[in-house]
C-alpha cells in the first residue's frame, strides 16, 4: 500500500546492512524469556553500542517471584558477556508509576547518542507503550528502531495471571474533555482476552467491534487465537465477517495502515485494546500517539517464566525484524 | 421465512442499544424492589455483574425518559417520582483513576492525600458539567409538557443566568473566573479537566498553580450548582437531582504502589455523601465486594451510617430465591426479559399457556422423567445397579428388574439396602411389593432423587439432563445476565440443530427438544466456568471451584448409600471461620464475585451458628453435580478451604483434571451422538 512515508522494515540481517548509521543506544528489558538477547547479540555484532539499558520488571504476583529471579540472575550473566561489561540494569516494578519510568527513559536519552533501538520482545506492554511515547516524541532520539525477535513458541498454559480490572495504559488517555461517543473499539486478537466482555459491555457497548487477527497465526497459536474470537463474540457478537481483519503479524506498517483506514485516517472516535502479538500492539501504539486514542489493558499481576521459549530460526537466522519509526527525527507514522 | 437468528446473542443489548430500543427492552418487574432509586436520599446500588445495574441506572438519564415520552410509553417510574434530572460520571472512562498512577512509592502521606483531593476536585468539575449537559437535553427537546412533568424550565436564558451565578460562587475557591453565559462556564470547566488529562498522561510535569490553589472540595460545587439552578428557576424546588457515580468498585483497586490512595478516594466519594443536604442525592453503582462494611468519611473518623446517611439496594439479594417461592420475583422477571427479546424478533411463537418460557423449553421432567430419559434400553438401566457381593441373588433380580420398569426407584431401592439400619439392610432377605416401597416415602425419596440421578449417569458414563423452565430459572441462580447466557447457549444449539430444517425456520420449535437444552446449557456452564479468571485473586478463586466441584462429584458417586445427599455444598462454623481470616477473606470474595453463594442455616448441634455455601448454580452441570439444595450439606472445618487455597492448580491442571472427570473428548462425542444431535427434530 503507497503511503505518505516509505517505513522500513525487515530481517535484522537484511535491513541492517542498509542502514547508514553504525552506532546506537539500546533499550530494551532484561527478561525470563530466552529470546530476550537475541536482538543485542545481533546488535553487538552489527554495530557499534554506544549506550545500553536493560528494565529488569518485577511482576507483583509472587508465584514466580523466586523461579525468576534465578533466569534474570543468568540472564544478566549472559547479557554481559555479550556486551563485554556490565550491563545497565534498572530495577522496576510491574505496577511503578509512569512517573518513575518517564525518569528512567528521559536519564537514558540524555546519555544516548539520539539513536535509539528498543527492543520490545519482552516488555510488558504496560512499560514498552509510555516508552515508545516518550522515544517518539522526543526531539533528541534523531532515529528510532524498534527490535522483534519472534520465538519458537510459547507456554502451552497460562501466560499471565490475576488480571487488574480495565484500566488506560499509562500515558495513553485520550485528552478529550468531553465524553466522546466511540464508535470503534479495535481490538488486537491474542491468546487471553481478560475482562475484554466487560469493558465493552460496561462503556463501549454502542462501538462497532474490530478484531485484528494476526495471520497467519500458524499451530498451535491458531486454536487459542480463534478461542479468543470465541469468547469476544459470546458477550459481543460479530455480525459481519468484515469486522475480523487478518493483519500480517510482522508487517508493522501494514497493520498501521489497516488502523488509519477502518477509522478513516484516526477520525472516527476509537479505543484500542491491545492483546495481540507485540508487533501488532506497535502498531496500535504508533496510531494511538498520534490520533490520541485510549488505550486499554487488563494488566496482569504476574508473567508466567516461561512466557515464550527459544528464537525461531528461518534459514538458520533467528528471526529478529528491525522496524524504522524514525529517520532524522522524521516520524514515520 | 424468518432470519435464524439468536435473540439473546447479544447478552448485554438492553446496554448496547439506544434510548429508544431500551423502551422495548427494559422490564419494569423490578421496579417495585429499586423505588429507592428515584426518591431523594443516597443509595448504594450493589449486584454483580451483570445484575441490571446500569440498566437501573439509565432510567435516570434525560435520554431515557425523553424517548419513553416520544414513544407514548408509560415510563416505568411512578408520577409522583418523575420530578427528576441526573448526572453523573464512569470513574473508569473518565479516566479519573488514573491520577494512581502518578504516585511514586516514596510518596508522603501528605502527596497522597493531596492527589485524592485532585480527585474530588476533577469529580466536582465533570459533573457540574455533564450537570448542565443533562438540563440542556431537556431544554433542546423544547417541549413544555416534557419539561413540566420532570419540573425543568426551558427558558434557554436561564441559563446564562444560572452560569453567571454559580460561576461567582465560592464553592470554586477562586478557581473560576466570572462569566455571563453558559459556553463560558462550560469551557472553564472543561480547560480544567483538560489539564487533568494532561497532568495524568504526563504531557505536564505539574499541575498549573491555579489548580492547586483552588482544590474544591468534594460535592460543593455540585450541590451549589443544584441550588442554584432551583435559585435561578432552572429547576423547580422539588426536582430531585440525582448524581450517578459508576464503577465505584474501581476505587479499592488503584493502590498500585501499595499505597492507600484508592481507599482515600472512596472516602472522598463518602464525604459527598456525608453532607445530609438535599440539594442533591448520590446513586453509587457499585459490585458486592467493594463497598465497605464501614465507610469512612475523609479527613475524618466518622463513619457513613445506613438508613440515615444511604440506603442499599441489593439487586442480587432481591432476586435470589428464598424459602418462600410465592414471593420469588426473579422468575417473573426472565419471563418479561425472556418475551421481550422474543418480540424484537421475526420469530413467531405460540403463547399457549401463561409462560413463554414454557412454551420455549417445556416444564422440567420430574427426577423419575429424567432418569428414564437418561437409560433408555433395558441393558443400560440394568447397569446403574451396582451389586453388593453379600447380596442375594433374588434381591439382585429383583432390583434388575425393577430397573427395566422404573430406574429411578430402583437406584433408590439398592441405597435403600445399603443403610446402615439393619431393618432397611434386611430389606435385601424380603423384597417389597410394588406397591409398598419403603423407599417411596415422599421426603426419603425427594431429598435422594437428585443424588440417585447423579449417580444414575455416572453409572453409564452421561451428562445429566437439564432442561424446561424450571431448571433454567433455577440455573440462572437470580442473575440476570446469566439467564440471558443459558438462552444463548441453548439457542445456538437449536439453530445447529435445526439447520436446514425449513420447517422450523418459520417458528420455534415448541418447546425445544430436552437434548438441545441439555447441549446448551452444558456449554453455559462450562464457559462460565472460565469467567472466575477474571478479577481478585482469580487463580485462586478458580482453583477452588475446580477443586470444590471435583469433590462434591465424587462424593455423591462414592455415596451409594445415599446417606449425604446434601454435600453439594459445604457448612462451616461461624467460630471457626471467625479465627481464619484467609478463608474468610476468600469466602467473602468468591461470593461477592457470584462465584459461591452463601446461606445462614441452623446447626444440627444446638445453638451453634454456621454458614452454608454453594457453588453458583450455573456451574454444577460442568460437574454433573445438582444445583438444588437438600438435607445438610458437607460439615467442614475452614481448614479444607485452605488446603484447597494453598493447592494452587493452574487452569491447565484444572482442565486436564476436568476432562478426567468428564472421561475426556471422546465421551463428551458419545454424548453428542447419543444426544442425537444430527438427527432431524421431531
Given amino acids: ?14 535491513l541492517s546492512q542498509k542502514l547508514n548509521i553504525r552506532e546506537w543506544s539500546v533499550l530494551g528489558c532484561l527478561g525470563t524469556e530466552e529470546r530476550f538477547s537475541q536482538a543485542i547479540s545481533l546488535i553487538k555484532n552489527e554495530f557499534v553500542i554506544n549506550h545500553s539499558l536493560y528494565v529488569d520488571v ?5 508465584d514466580f517471584l523466586e523461579e525468576s529471579r534465578k533466569i534474570k540472575a543468568h540472564h544478566k550473566q549472559k547479557l554481559e558477556g555479550i556486551l563485554g561489561v556490565q550491563p545497565n540494569v534498572s530495577l522496576m516494578n510491574l505496577l511503578d508509576s509512569p512517573v518513575i519510568l518517564k525518569r528512567v527513559v528521559n536519564k537514558f536519552i540524555e546519555d544516548s547518542n539520539g539513536k535509539v533501538i528498543i527492543d520490545i520482545s519482552c516488555f510488558p506492554k504496560r512499560f514498552f507503550f509510555p516508552i515508545l511515547k516518550i522515544l517518539y516524541n522526543s526531539d533528541k532520539v534523531e532515529e528510532l528502531i524498534a527490535a522483534y525477535t519472534v520465538p519458537d513458541g510459547y507456554h502451552e498454559g497460562e501466560l499471565a495471571e490475576n488480571p487488574l480490572p480495565w484500566s488506560h495504559i499509562p500515558m495513553f488517555h485520550s485528552s478529550a474533555t468531553l465524553p466522546l461517543n466511540i464508535e470503534k473499539a479495535i481490538i488486537g486478537v491474542g491468546f487471553l482476552p481478560f475482562g475484554l466482555p466487560s469493558l465493552l459491555k460496561d462503556d463501549y457497548s454502542k462501538a462497532e467491534l474490530s478484531l485484528l487477527f494476526p495471520f497467519p497465526p500458524g499451530p498451535p497459536n491458531y486454536q487459542r487465537t480463534w478461542d479468543f474470537v470465541r469468547e469476544i463474540n459470546k458477550f459481543y457478537p460479530l455480525t459481519d465477517s468484515h469486522q475480523i481483519l487478518r493483519i500480517d503479524v510482522k508487517d508493522v506498517s501494514g497493520c498501521y495502515n489497516h488502523l488509519t483506514n477502518i477509522t478513516s485516517n484516526g477520525k472516527v472516535p476509537s479505543i ?5 502479538p507485540k508487533t501488532q500492539s506497535l502498531a496500535m501504539a504508533l496510531f494511538a500517539i498520534k490520533h490520541d486514542c485510549d488505550v486499554y489493558y487488563t494488566q496482569p499481576e504476574q508473567y508466567h517464566p516461561n512466557y515464550s521459549y527459544g528464537v525461531k530460526m528461518c534459514n ?16 514515520l507514522y | 421465512m424468518v432470519e435464524r437468528i439468536n435473540p439473546f446473542h447479544d447478552l448485554y443489548l438492553t446496554e448496547a442499544i439506544g434510548p429508544d430500543s431500551f423502551v422495548k427492552l427494559f422490564s419494569p418487574i423490578f421496579m417495585s424492589q429499586g423505588l429507592a432509586l428515584y426518591q431523594p436520599g443516597n443509595v448504594i446500588l450493589k449486584g454483580l455483574q451483570g445484575s441490571g445495574k446500569t440498566m437501573l441506572l439509565n432510567l435516570l438519564k434525560p435520554e431515557t425518559h425523553i424517548a419513553y415520552y416520544k414513544q407514548k410509553v408509560e415510563f416505568p417510574v411512578p408520577k409522583a417520582y418523575r420530578k427528576f434530572i441526573s448526572a453523573g460520571i464512569n470513574l473508569r472512562k473518565s479516566g479519573i483513576a488514573e491520577f494512581a498512577q502518578l504516585i511514586l512509592p516514596d510518596a508522603e502521606a501528605q502527596d497522597i492525600k493531596e492527589n485524592a483531593l485532585y480527585f474530588g476536585d476533577f469529580v466536582n468539575y465533570w459533573v457540574v458539567d455533564d450537570l448542565i449537559r443533562s438540563i440542556e437535553t431537556v431544554i433542546d427537546l423544547n417541549d413544555d409538557d416534557f419539561a ?13 443566568k444560572f452560569a453567571h451565578k454559580l460561576s461567582d460562587s465560592l464553592c470554586w475557591l477562586g478557581g473560576l473566573e466570572e462569566v455571563e453565559s453558559i459556553e463560558s462556564l462550560k469551557a472553564q470547566l472543561r480547560d480544567r479537566i483538560l489539564n487533568y488529562r494532561n497532568y495524568i498522561n504526563l504531557n505536564i510535569d505539574s499541575l498549573p498553580d491555579k489548580i492547586k490553589r483552588t482544590k474544591t472540595v468534594i460535592g460543593e460545587p455540585i450541590s451549589q450548582a443544584a441550588d442554584l439552578m432551583r ?17 465505584y468498585e474501581e476505587l479499592p483497586t488503584l493502590d498500585f504502589s501499595e499505597t492507600d490512595f484508592g481507599l482515600l478516594c472512596q472516602q472522598i466519594i463518602h464525604k459527598a455523601l456525608s453532607s445530609r443536604s438535599d440539594s442533591v442525592s448520590y446513586r453509587i ?4 465486594y467493594a463497598w465497605p462494611s464501614e465507610p469512612v468519611i475523609f479527613s475524618t473518623t466518622g463513619i457513613l451510617e445506613l438508613k440515615r446517611d444511604y440506603s442499599v439496594v441489593n439487586i442480587d439479594d432481591k432476586l435470589r430465591r428464598s424459602e418462600n417461592r410465592s414471593t420469588w420475583l426473579f422468575p417473573y422477571l426472565v419471563e418479561d426479559v425472556f418475551t421481550r427479546r422474543l418480540q424484537l424478533t421475526d420469530y413467531k411463537f405460540y403463547k399457549k399457556g401463561k409462560s413463554v418460557l414454557t412454551d420455549a423449553f417445556g416444564s422440567s421432567m420430574t427426577a423419575k422423567l429424567k432418569a428414564e430419559h437418561l437409560v433408555i434400553n433395558e441393558k443400560s438401566r440394568v447397569n446403574i445397579l451396582k451389586f453388593d457381593p453379600e447380596w442375594p441373588s433374588e434381591w439382585n433380580d429383583y432390583l434388575k428388574k425393577l430397573s427395566i420398569v422404573d430406574p429411578m426407584s430402583a437406584k433408590l431401592g439398592e441405597a435403600w439396602a445399603r443403610q446402615k439400619d439393619i431393618k432397611k439392610r434386611n430389606i435385601v432377605f424380603n423384597p417389597p411389593k410394588e406397591d409398598s416401597l419403603p423407599w417411596n416415602k415422599v421426603y426419603w425419596k425427594k431429598e435422594r432423587a437428585e443424588q440417585a440421578l447423579t449417580q444414575i449417569a455416572s453409572r453409564n458414563k452421561q451428562q445429566l439432563i437439564w432442561q424446561g423452565k424450571d431448571d433454567i430459572v433455577g440455573l440462572s441462580g437470580g442473575n440476570i445476565l446469566i439467564f440471558l447466557f443459558i438462552c444463548q447457549h441453548i439457542w445456538d444449539s437449536w439453530l445447529r440443530d435445526t439447520r436446514g430444517n425449513n420447517e422450523v425456520n418459520s417458528e420455534i420449535l415448541s418447546p425445544i427438544r430436552s437434548e438441545v437444552q441439555t447441549l446448551g446449557i452444558l456449554n453455559a456452564s462450562e464457559e462460565w466456568q472460565k469467567k472466575p479468571i477474571e478479577g481478585k485473586q482469580s487463580k485462586k478463586r478458580f482453583s477452588v471451584i475446580q477443586q470444590l466441584g471435583e469433590r462434591y462429584y465424587k462424593l455423591l458417586i462414592d455415596d451409594l448409600a445415599m446417606s449425604y445427599p446434601g454435600r453439594n455444598g459445604f457448612s462451616i462454623a461461624s467460630y471457626d471461620l471467625n479465627r481464619n481470616k484467609i478463608v474468610k477473606d476468600y469466602l467473602k470474595l468468591a461470593v461477592d464475585y457470584g462465584d459461591l453463594q452463601a446461606i445462614a442455616h441452623t446447626s444440627k448441634s444446638k445453638g451453634e451458628k454456621r454458614r452454608k455455601f454453594y457453588l453458583a448454580p450455573i ?20 481448614s479444607l478451604i485452605e488446603t484447597m487455597l494453598n493447592n494452587n492448580r493452574n487452569s491447565t491442571q484444572v482442565n486436564s483434571s476436568l476432562k478426567n472427570t468428564l472421561n475426556n473428548k471422546s465421551e463428551l462425542t458419545q454424548q453428542q451422538e447419543e444426544l442425537n444431535f444430527t438427527d432431524k427434530p421431531e
Avoid at chain 1, 484500542?272 to 495481540?276: D, E, K, S, T, V
Avoid at chain 2, 413540566?148 to 446564562?160: F, V
Avoid at chain 2, 453503582?285 to 458486592?288: A, C, I, K, V
Fill in chain 1, 58 to 62: 518485577i511482576d507483583k504476583g509472587k
Fill in chain 2, 619 to 638: 456451574l454444577c452441570p460442568a460437574f454433573r453435580i445438582s444445583y438444588k439444595h437438600t438435607k445438610e450439606p458437607e460439615y467442614i472445618k475452614s
Fill in chain 2, 285 to 288: 453503582g457499585t459490585r458486592q
Fill in chain 2, 148 to 160: 413540566s412533568e420532570i419540573g425543568i424550565s426551558i427558558d434557554k436564558t436561564l441559563l446564562n
Fill in chain 1, 1 to 14: 500500500m503507497l503511503t505518505d512515508n516509505f517505513r522500513p522494515w525487515g530481517r535484522f540481517d537484511w
Fill in chain 1, 316 to 331: 538458520g537466522n533467528p528471526e529478529v525484524y528491525l522496524y524504522c519509526l524514525k529517520i532524522d527525527n522524521t516520524k
Fill in chain 2, 231 to 247: 435559585e435561578v428557576g432552572l429547576i423547580q424546588k422539588e426536582t430531585n437531582v440525582f448524581i450517578r457515580i459508576d464503577q
Fill in chain 1, 272 to 276: 484500542l485494546a491491545p492483546y495481540g
